[in-house]
């Protein structure tokens, strides 16, 4: 006789608390009410006749009990999710065509384009640098991925990523040049990925630097070439916790100064909202979700002063 399983919800309102680690990360992303996952767990607790959570602790904490159950409840969950994925694969084939900022395009979205193509071999990508809110509009193009503040009227829209923002540099630009204190930035060029330098102003008022010299600037318009600039030992530029990660974790770049500062602005997806609804762009979407969620990003400092140390020992 097959044994009863537990309530498919309040096990659902179980594994996304445990993973998200607070009650209310797991209401937003099940677009629930506090209160609704609250009494699913607690549902599930009494149809298991055990605690799944310590009570009363400052952080959630699972008990042995809980602890038992969600590897077994994720991995499910997975299973579910990726026959669900094999279902609607005949669903999603054709051309999408996607406009993405540059910077994001050419250092997190091109070297991850295998797992895409893994999970949908049939979506044949036509991509196309450009941060232009405009083209939300124009019938050739199906999603937007922008850096900007959000707001664009007659769009569907959702925040993808918030940024932090820090100076980054070619580790052979230091050896030959050090830059030990803010001091020694007036021998080093600026690297600009905005049009009016507004993200090194930040920066620099954040460092209590504003009123610092400076030698010489360069204004690209972009981050990804600023960042490439920076890559070639051009000067030092405004990397940020996305597009550089990678290249700070490959020792291609590091991170001179720990401080860092909220970006102006942040990362959008947005398309016309008749297109939201397609499985091919919803399927994007979620990938794109997926697979930042799936990073777990190096805190650039931490990742910087280890360089720096291997280099000086």
Known sequence: MTSRLPPLNPLRAFEATARR???SAAARELNVTHGAVSHQIKALEVSLNVPLFERGAKRLKLTSEGALLLP?????FGEIA???AQMKRPATTGELSITCVPALLSFWIVP?????TEQFPGVRLKLTASNDPV??????????????????????????????LFPVASPTLLNNRPLRSMRDLEDHILLHGDADGREWNTWLAAADAVDLPRRQQYYM???????????HGQGIALGDTITASNLIARGELVVPFDLSVAANDSFYVACRPAMRSTPIVRVFIEWMFSSLEADHLAEPQTSARTLLRGRRG
Do not use: K
């Not at 077994?72 to 499910?76: F, K, L, S, Y």
């Not at 991850?112 to 895409?116: D, H, T």
């Not at 937007?144 to 990523?161: A, E, K």
């Open 21 to 23: 680690g607070s009650v």
């Open 221 to 231: 318009g972009d981050a990804r070439f600023s960042t490439e600039a920076a890559l």
């Open 135 to 164: 083209r939300l509009h124009s019938p050739d193009v199906d999603v937007c991925i922008l850096y900007g503040d959000g707001n664009w009227p007659d769009v569907w829209t959702r925040l993808w990523s918030n940024l932090r």
């Open 82 to 84: 990726a026959a669900t």
């Open 72 to 76: 077994a409840v994720t991995q499910a």
């Open 112 to 116: 991850r384009l295998n797992s895409f």
